[in-house]
């Protein structure tokens, strides 16, 4: 069956560093791929999208890579904040563009100052 | 960007009792919106499909007689969950895409904390 994972574990890191966050499918080829952010008790908001095509994606402070070999995407969030500290939820989308997406479980990031 | 609502924000409700979430595009027409559910410490899980003017597609497993989708319109779909009993207590979110081919962005709303006692 298809399965997505990210680092169940928190991730903490220095604010100024950057943080890598993982996401790992199998038995799956996607189209594209969402990184999301969740802030508790709140809805995700999406951040950025990456094709099957595409090997990097860049916007303002994030970067996303996309490894369809690998199975794998790197979320990086360079010179990371406090105000960074969240829920990053990683979604895959089939090519049939139905917009249905399968989450991973989300990996929270804290940003220490 | 784009604006999705959802309304109420949270709600209370007896067991038995059926209640009814709102999303709304509240700047775009959506002819396609999805519900999600997602418990404590566990990832979105998409519920249903919404498509203006047709039936919902459900997913596997979820109850299209316990949980009612209506999509009236291009910025509104409802979601109903009836009879609820305490399992069904949950955080209900719902997403909207634009109307046009190659958007594949969603909007998700904030989200409903449903608690049933």
């Known amino acids: 069956s298809q399965k997505i994972e990210q680092n169940s574990e928190a991730l903490n890191i220095q604010e100024g560093k950057t943080a890598t966050l993982t996401c790992n499918y199998t038995n799956y080829s996607p189209a594209y791929l969402q990184w999301y952010r969740q802030d508790p008790g709140r809805g995700p908001v999406f951040l950025l999208l990456i094709r099957e095509n595409e090997k990097e994606k860049r916007k303002e402070r994030l970067k996303v890579t996309f490894d369809t070999t690998l199975k794998q995407s790197l979320f990086h969030i360079t010179a990371s904040q406090p105000a960074d500290s969240a829920t990053y939820l990683c979604?895959?989308?089939?090519?049939?563009?139905?917009?249905?997406?399968?989450f991973g479980q989300g990996t929270t990031l804290q940003v220490k100052p | 960007g784009a604006v999705v609502s959802q309304h109420p924000s949270r709600v209370i409700c007896k067991s038995g009792t059926s209640v009814k979430i709102e999303c709304r595009s509240l700047d775009f027409q959506a002819t396609t919106m999805f519900w999600y559910r997602q418990f404590p410490k566990q990832s979105l899980m998409l519920m249903a499909t919404?498509?203006?003017?047709?039936?919902?597609?459900?997913e596997q497993g979820v109850e299209k007689d316990k949980f009612l989708i209506n999509h009236a319109s291009l910025t509104l779909s409802t979601l109903t969950v009836t009879s609820a009993h305490p399992e069904d207590s949950s955080f209900y979110i719902c997403?909207?895409?634009?109307?046009?081919?190659?958007?594949?962005?969603?909007?998700f709303g904030p989200g409903t904390r449903l608690t049933v006692t």
């Open positions: 997403s909207a895409r634009e109307n046009w081919i190659s958007s594949y962005e969603q909007y």
């Open positions: 979604a895959l989308a089939g090519s049939s563009n139905t917009g249905k997406l399968i």
């Open positions: 919404s498509n203006e003017g047709s039936k919902a597609t459900y």
